[in-house]
């Protein structure tokens, strides 16, 4: 009698909460699968709309205006020479890499004194003309830290141009009137040599020292930092 009682009470299969739940889980991923097959696009014929718009992705365009640089471009002179030469409104031509260590020992044409320090061991420049006025752009090592400097001498105006676009591409951080603030300076001072303008300015430390000097068609400026 105790075993016919257990069958009586025994309920269908059909009667178990679990098995309506496994119903409801396979009616579920039914309609799922065919929606998520039908919303992949292929990347090489995603458009422009659709990346703006989608959720799952995030693209980053650098303002043309703020130049940006990996780890590789920011030690190529070239590509900083011209940044600077955008930035300067001026055109680079007469192009000419060079390295300054082997400068300094060889006596070449763009020495200078201080090549001949350690930190331009395997450093890396390039020679070029921005709209007449002859520029070197060189990147060196420095206190585990990568640097670059230019120098640039001639016209007046077109240097001071060339000041003004390499102090942009090198600290995006430093606004129009902190630029102009320190060319306003140079022209009040009376012996035209300013120096350490840009470098002291506080919250900016990527500049690590510059200079104009001189004036008209022998004016003469320097920047040096970190990039």
Not at 63 to 77: M, V
Request: glycine share 4%.
């Amino acid at each position: 009698m105790a075993e016919d009682t257990s069958q009586k009470k025994k309920q269908p299969v059909w009667r178990k909460w679990w098995f309506w739940a496994i119903v409801v889980v396979l009616l579920v991923i039914g309609m799922i699968e065919p929606q998520g097959s039908s919303s992949q696009t292929p990347v090489s014929v995603v458009s422009s709309a659709t990346i703006a718009t989608s959720p799952s992705r995030s693209i980053v365009t650098p303002s043309s205006s703020s130049p940006s640089f990996s780890s590789e471009t920011d030690q190529d002179p070239v590509v900083l020479l011209n940044s600077v030469a955008q930035a300067a409104e001026a055109e680079a031509t007469d192009t000419v890499p060079f390295k300054p260590d082997e400068e300094y020992r060889q006596n070449g044409p763009y020495k200078r004194v201080e090549y001949r320090l350690s930190a331009f061991e395997g450093s890396s420049g390039v020679h070029a003309t921005l709209n007449g006025v002859p520029v070197d752009m060189v990147t060196y090592h420095q206190l585990n830290s990568h640097s670059a400097r230019i120098y640039a001498t001639g016209d007046e105006e077109t240097v001071l141009a060339i000041y003004s676009g390499a102090a942009r591409v090198f600290d995006s951080s430093l606004s129009d009137s902190d630029i102009q603030a320190a060319i306003a300076k140079y022209h009040s001072s009376e012996v035209k040599d300013s120096r350490d303008m840009l470098s002291t300015l506080p919250a900016h430390s990527k500049i690590q020292s510059d200079y104009i000097m001189g004036s008209g068609s022998n004016c003469e400026i320097f920047i040096d930092a970190k990039v």
